[in-house]
């Protein structure tokens, strides 16, 4: 298995962190705010990337997963980079991209992407986005690690102090010409060889984890794809945002995972869309192989997760727009827009290319269990449990197979939801 290490413990408290201090605070990251919200900050006049990694955002620390926003100007470029840690998940939130990235074999995959459209960076590999129009562009980026790391190769190559006459030669160029490029791309601080072992230890650290199993090629064919045939629109997914419009009247749920979008297998990196019409909830559930990172894009939304190993606390935050939460992996958590009017909308990453999910309204009143079991599990009456069971039922008749996958087989209505967050904290009460 290759990835971040995986955890013994639901999520990390920082050395110098007190437990009984953590709430939801700890798992919220605002500094997505300022990008998000344009009217109150003047446009970048060059690319620039914001950042969600544990090292901003420390409760990221053993969660595989991470962000990073990214403001292209008109006629900026990302340059050739690399993440060692993690494949990229690139999705375009405005204006149109063309991106790249080059294989082990030295093949150019490229593609143009609109808003709405995804690309896939196979981890290592050697990519780039370019905003070649002239209005702006802006990206949300997610990756399968929480330390993804990234080597920007023309100032890793020109500036860090290899040799002219090597680079001369490997470029097949002369040495004015290198020491050109050296001037323009040597960074005015250099890291000090303390931080470069810091890093080093870091990546020896983080190379030994478990989440998806690493693969031992760039990318994984589909078994019935001829390779030869392959290029830039198998690493492309077009349907994330533009089959997810939202009912205004229920949640909408619009998923990226590897059995929609093919190219994320052994890829350890997922997205899915979310859109909270007015009074909807996401209903308690868990992804069991993966953390998820969630960041709103049009508030505010509600959220929370229960905390089994103190007791059953629930943490819970209210988000603004640009305002994002992680949700370790495994833990029961929700979303809910209490709002009475406005629509939220929302974007989660994950850790995994099949996180999974499994809604607890669903599999507790959905799947056939036992009502004694049930009456006993959740102290409380067979009429309450019947209740459930009959809210939980699938709905006749069912939507069409064209229609976007909800969160569950049936949403739980908002007053059945308090009501099952109320059954847990009293299962918690009484057993733990």
Known sequence: MAGDPDILTDYVIPANGNPMNITGDFFTFTGFRKVFNTSSAPEPNSFTVTKATMAEFPALNGQSVSYATLVFPPSTVNPPHTH???????????????????????????????????????????????????????????????????????????????????????????????????????????????????????????????????????????????????????????????????????????????????????????????????????????????????????????????????????????????????????????????GTDVVARAFSAFGSATPGTISLPAALFGSGIDDPILDKSMHTDQATVDQLKQDQAPPSPRPSPGSSSSAAAALLPSRWAITLLLCFAASYYFYF
């Open 84 to 338: 060692p840690r993690s494949a990229e998940l690139l999705l375009v939130v405005d204006g149109a991209l063309s991106v790249g990235f080059i294989d082990t074999t030295n093949k150019l995959y490229t593609q143009d992407l609109a808003a709405g459209d995804m690309f896939v960076f196979p981890k290592g590999m050697v990519h780039f986005q370019f905003n070649s129009g002239n209005q702006p562009a802006m990206a949300l980026s997610a990756f399968g690690s929480a330390a993804p790391g990234v080597v920007p190769v023309p100032v890793t190559v020109f500036g860090t102090g290899i040799d002219d006459a090597v680079l001369a030669k490997s470029f097949k160029t002369d040495v004015p010409t290198i020491l050109k490029l050296k001037a323009n791309l040597t960074p005015p601080n250099n890291r000090s060889s303390v931080s470069l072992g810091v890093l080093l230890l870091l990546a020896v650290i983080l190379s030994a984890g478990a989440a998806d199993p690493d693969i031992l090629t760039d990318f994984v064919v589909p078994s019935d794809t001829d390779p030869s045939g392959i290029d830039g629109a198998f690493f492309t997914y077009k349907n994330l945002v533009t089959g997810n419009s939202g009912d205004p009247a229920k949640l909408t749920v619009t998923k990226a995972t590897h059995a929609e979008f093919p190219a994320l297998l052994g890829q350890s990196v997922s997205y899915a869309a979310l859109v909270f019409g007015a009074g909807t909830v996401n209903p308690p559930h868990i992804h069991p192989r993966a953390s998820e990172l969630l960041v709103v894009v049009q508030g505010p939304l509600l959220v929370g997760l229960v905390d089994a190993a103190r007791n059953g606390t629930v943490y819970t935050q209210t988000l603004q727009t640009g305002d994002m939460f992680v949700f370790p992996k495994g833990m029961v958590h929700f979303q809910f827009n209490n």
